[in-house]
T-cell receptor, first 112, second 114 residues
Framework: AQSVTQPDIHITVSEGASLELRCNYSYGATPYLFWYVQSPGQGLQLLLKYFSGDTLVQGIKGFEAEFKRSQSSFNLRKPSVHWSDAAEYFCALYSGTYKYIFGTGTRLKVLA | SAVISQKPSRDICQRGTSLTIQCQVDSQVTMMFWYRQQPGQSLTLIATANQGSEATYESGFVIDKFPISRPNLTFSTLTVSNMSPEDSSIYLC???????????FGPGTRLTVL
């Protein structure tokens, strides 16, 4: 079955600390994977995507993600978190025929 | 990437009424999508809207409750009919680009039903 799991519902980090948000997927072929961010009251903004090639993907706002096939993971990272990064983060898998499977999201809180 | 706008951005409605949400894209796109995001939940696809054909609804969603129009390649509407408090959600439209495997989302419409 195709699925996306984000094990952490909430994460709290201090400003300036590093961040890693976990995403695990289940898919029978090479996946197309995405990370989106949703700020309060806003729609979804694409942070980065993985289609193929280099397994370390750079995105906007200083985010990166690493695709690890052996672990079925696509974790999102940022070396130093800013207060403006507080938001909800969604991992998504393109499952074909224009369909996406979204994880349940991780809400990030940043402490000053 | 496409720029997508939605109207209204938010609304508070009474139960039993209907609300039509508009989605406008700054370029022509074949596929448009409507999602629902219930409070504290992830996104659920309601339907796919192609220009010139009937919308395709996902399991659990029906045309009578969520009629969709797609009159041209840059515009779509979603109506939430006979609303109940359970319809309180954020409704997002999105468009597919890059061969369909990349989607861009509008800012969403936050609906509260009393």
């Amino acid at each position: 079955a195709q699925s996306v799991t984000q094990p952490d519902i909430h994460i709290t980090v201090s400003e300036g600390a590093s961040l890693e948000l976990r995403c695990n997927y289940s898919y029978g072929a090479t996946p197309y994977l995405f990370w989106y961010v949703q700020s309060p009251g806003q729609g979804l903004q694409l942070l980065l995507k993985y289609f193929s090639g280099d397994t370390l993907v750079q995105g906007i706002k200083g985010f990166e993600a690493e695709f690890k096939r052996s672990q079925s993971s696509f974790n999102l990272r940022k070396p130093s978190v800013h207060w403006s990064d507080a938001a909800e983060y969604f991992c998504a898998l393109y499952s074909g025929t224009y369909k996406y499977i979204f994880g349940t999201g991780t809400r990030l809180k940043v402490l000053a | 990437s496409a720029v997508i706008s939605q109207k209204p951005s938010r609304d508070i409605c009474q139960r039993g009424t209907s609300l039509t949400i508009q989605c406008q894209v700054d370029s022509q796109v074949t596929m448009m999508f409507w999602y629902r995001q219930q409070p504290g939940q992830s996104l659920t696809l309601i339907a796919t809207a192609n220009q010139g054909s009937e919308a395709t609804y996902e399991s659990g969603f029906v045309i009578d409750k969520f009629p969709i129009s797609r009159p041209n390649l840059t515009f779509s509407t979603l109506t939430v009919s006979n609303m109940s408090p359970e319809d309180s959600s954020i409704y997002l439209c999105s468009v597919a680009q890059g061969g369909g495997n990349e989607q861009f989302f509008g800012p969403g419409t936050r609906l509260t039903v009393l």
